[in-house]
């Protein structure tokens, strides 16, 4: 039995430490001088539920998940601002009330 739990977290080590790395293949002035601000990817679309019920005390307890029916409606999360295209004294400056006086 402890040989078998030794091998099992050997190789539960091993493959931590064999995937843990994204870019293994760069080594020497590639690896010192490597920019990741620079690397090209893809924006990556992250979703929300949008309304889930809550639900407290004995309806809570009594909740059987497997008998759910209810529809979730998903929304997607917008990042970015206005405050984030500023650069410089404009940003350090900016005052979110302003903007809402003005749209008003």
Do not use: C
Not at 45 to 69: D, S
């Amino acid at each position: 039995m402890k040989n078998i739990t030794i091998v099992l977290a050997l190789i539960l080590v091993a493959s931590t430490s064999a995937f843990a790395q994204k870019r293994s293949d760069l080594t020497g002035p590639a690896y010192k001088n490597y920019k990741p601000g620079k690397e090209k990817s893809e924006p990556v679309a992250v979703y929300t539920v949008a309304k889930e019920e809550k639900l407290t005390g004995p309806a809570y307890k009594n909740h059987k998940p497997w008998k759910n029916t209810s529809d979730k409606t998903y929304t997607t999360i917008a990042f970015g601002s206005e405050k984030s295209k500023l650069t410089g004294p404009a940003h350090k400056n900016y005052k979110p009330w302003r903007d809402n006086k003005e749209n008003e």
